[in-house]
């Protein structure tokens, strides 16, 4: 114990290993040293690119559930439905027969044969298939209308349609009734994650179906989101979630954004929408109420990004925007306003009687360079000041370089670019002013192209570095999130991305591993440190902060090492609290740089336990191509492994 009361405390990395190449760093850790970092820094941005929600983390299995799809790439809204049985058994034809206004189209099912050898009508292969399990149940809801009085059977069915996985009693249906809601639940007898949903009869009959809807009856915190991917953002532990986009807010055609009022209310009355810029649609399962509901389900402060009247081909002039701003004000009271208030009502209707955390908005999406901007920009600004004076506001215009000619709370920045440009933007924020104005929100960031591949080592590495001088500026930049958080892999819009996933299976790439060495440094301190060394290396990044846990504070020492050799660090540690006994170590690395995980080898880059050698000299470095994080326990703590340590 005398040992660890020696002054200041001092940790090998094992600098002999690093043929001579070592660094020391020396951070100040007493009471009353560091800087506070923003409680929001780390956080994720949901963009609807990649089939993120739509066959992603919204866990409705059925695609096209209304017959409303359509536009450029899907020029049938029956697709993805197809027959189930021979063209002389059965005929689709979509009608306008559908019982909601606002979504005017339902299927009509004719069956041709009498007495069917085999069950016809229709079936929904899900977004590349629905991931049915033995023994998990699914809340199947749809609804139904038929010519004549008949039946009909609802089941899930393997890829090949060759094995029946679970099947309803049969549904009669009243031919006088008119449409019916029908609800039931089904509990599969075995798993195909490639399974179909099928609507079917066995007699001559005609019926219609619309919004059919099936979902498994688990989902994250009940509310929808599907369990895996959900928990993959929990250990993230984020601080906001900025949504829906992204270019998906701005639409290739403006009729084509993404607008707040038409994704609320009971979800079989949406109308869905073409998402043109991704050129998919969404049937906005996952709209404005659930995204706020995931929020709040994830402790993350939500960020609404609006429409402000421009999309990537028209625009809307100033002297036309009133409806635009009204619409945000609108969305502002469906979060915010009390249950007695027109929107605000709607959302206690849908089950949330108490008013969202909703603090920041943001004006539009990459659209500064755009003719009506800054004066649309105005307009919403002063108008949601009046009326949400607390509400901060971002604009699209960046102001780490330049003085911004508009107010603003925060600047909108994102960067894409090669790993060896973002690991040099370590400094970006550095020499910007630290003047009264307004911060960064780096809203998306990510290494792209040949360095990334679909989602490297090397991309992650400079990523880290690219964070790590973000942590050190935490006081101008506020927030920062990668871009884009998800994709299907059946539906690669966007090279890489953080969380990859089909309709079963999941892994997060580096980027994602890396954002993980973060979890626990919004609202820590930021301590002083600085490096000395014996030889130029100019391949590492460090930042040192101290865990906002004041019951059992850490030292959390973060080193990137981006050259091709290994590094020795020596930690010097300023002050008697830290334990460094009890110290442990986590690393990202792989054989080769531009290592990615994949279905087959999910877990090839992933954060790893550094074995500590000894009590007092523990035997560490950093290899080539690396990114560790040390904890050093304080002195009163009995815990060998810290947070950070035990999650990875
Ligand atoms: O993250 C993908 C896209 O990149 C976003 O939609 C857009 O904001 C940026 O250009």
């Given at each position: 114990m005398e040992l660890?009361?020696?002054l200041p405390l001092v940790i090998f990395l094992s600098i002999y290993c690093a043929h001579g190449r070592s660094i020391t760093m020396h951070v100040l850790s007493d009471e009353g040293d560091g800087t506070p970092i923003p409680s929001t820094l780390f956080g994720i941005f949901f963009e609807e690119i990649n089939h993120a929600g739509n066959g992603g983390l919204w866990s409705e299995l059925v695609s096209n559930r209304g017959f409303e799809a359509g536009g450029q790439n899907t020029p049938s809204n029956i697709a993805p439905w197809t027959p189930v049985g021979s063209s002389s058994d059965v005929l689709l034809a979509t009608e306008?027969?559908?019982?909601?206004?606002?979504n005017p189209i339902a299927l009509r099912v004719e069956v041709l044969c009498d007495s069917c050898q085999a069950p016809v009508g229709v079936a929904n292969p899900g977004y590349w298939g629905m991931d049915v399990r033995a023994g998990d149940e699914y809340k199947i809801i749809f609804w139904l209308k038929a010519a004549t009085s008949s039946s009909v059977v609802v089941s899930f069915v393997s890829s090949d349609s060759s094995v029946t996985l679970a099947q309803s009693d049969t549904i009669n249906v009243d031919g006088t009734k008119g449409w019916t809601k029908q609800e039931i639940v089904l509990k599969a007898q075995a798993t195909d994650h490639y399974a179909q949903l099928t609507v079917t009869s066995k007699e001559k009959t005609v019926f219609w179906i619309d919004q059919v809807s099936a979902m498994p009856v688990e989902t994250y915190k009940g509310h929808g989101f599907r369990k895996d991917l959900a928990l993959m953002l929990e250990e993230l532990k984020p601080r906001f979630i900025r949504f829906p986009g992204g270019c998906y807010v701005e639409g290739e055609r403006l009729q084509n954004a993404w607008r707040w009022r038409a994704s609320v209310g009971p979800w079989e009355e949406r109308p869905g929408h073409l998402g043109d810029v991704w050129g998919y649609w969404s049937d906005d399962g996952i709209g404005y109420f659930e995204f706020l509901q995931l929020a709040e389900d994830l402790d993350a402060l939500p960020i609404w990004v609006f429409n402000n009247g421009v999309s990537h081909t028209d625009e809307v002039a100033t002297s036309l925007i009133g409806p635009f701003v009204q619409e945000a004000l609108d969305g502002l009271e469906f979060a915010l306003g009390s249950s007695s208030s027109k929107y605000g009502a709607l959302r206690a209707q849908m089950g949330h009687p108490e008013p969202f955390n909703l603090k920041y908005v943001a004006i539009g999406n990459e659209d500064c360079g755009k003719q009506y901007y800054r004066d649309n920009y105005l307009q919403f600004y002063y108008a949601i000041k009046k009326y949400y004076p607390d509400i901060s506001i971002v604009t699209n215009c960046d102001g780490s370089y330049r003085q911004l000619d508009h107010p603003a709370d925060l600047y909108d920045f994102h960067i894409y670019t090669s790993a060896s440009n973002?690991?040099?933007?370590?400094h970006q924020f550095d020499k910007i002013s630290r003047n009264d104005g307004p911060k960064a929100f780096v809203s998306e960031y990510a290494v792209t192209g040949n360095d990334a591949g679909r989602g490297s080592l090397l991309a992650a590495l400079a990523e880290a570095a690219f964070l790590i001088g973000i942590e050190r500026n935490s006081d101008v930049v506020h927030m920062t999130s990668y871009a884009p958080l998800f994709v299907?892999?059946?539906?690669r819009r966007w090279n890489p991305d953080s969380i990859v996933y089909d309709s079963w299976q999941s892994y997060g790439t580096p980027s994602y591993w890396v954002q993980k060495f973060f979890k626990l440094s919004s609202g820590a301190t930021l301590l002083p440190s600085n490096i000395t060394g014996s030889t130029n290396v100019n391949s590492v990044v460090t930042s040192a902060i101290r865990s906002s846990d004041t019951n059992d504070p850490s030292i959390i020492v973060k080193a990137v090492n981006f050259g091709n050799k290994a590094v020795g660090l020596k930690l010097n540690i300023d002050g008697s609290f830290w334990n460094s006994a009890n110290s442990t170590a986590v690393i990202l690395t792989s054989n080769n740089v531009m290592d990615e995980n994949s279905f087959s080898n999910?877990?090839?880059?992933?954060?790893?336990?550094?074995?500590?050698?000894?009590?007092?000299?523990?035997?560490?470095?950093?290899?080539a191509y690396s990114f560790m994080a040390i904890t050093v326990p304080s002195l009163g703590s009995n815990s060998r492994d810290s947070e950070l340590h035990s999650d990875m």
């Open positions: 660890l009361l020696l306008r027969a559908s019982p909601f206004a606002r973002l690991f040099n933007m370590n299907n892999n059946n539906d999910p877990t090839k880059v992933v954060t790893k336990t550094v074995t500590m050698s000894g009590k007092n000299q523990m035997g560490i470095t950093l290899p």
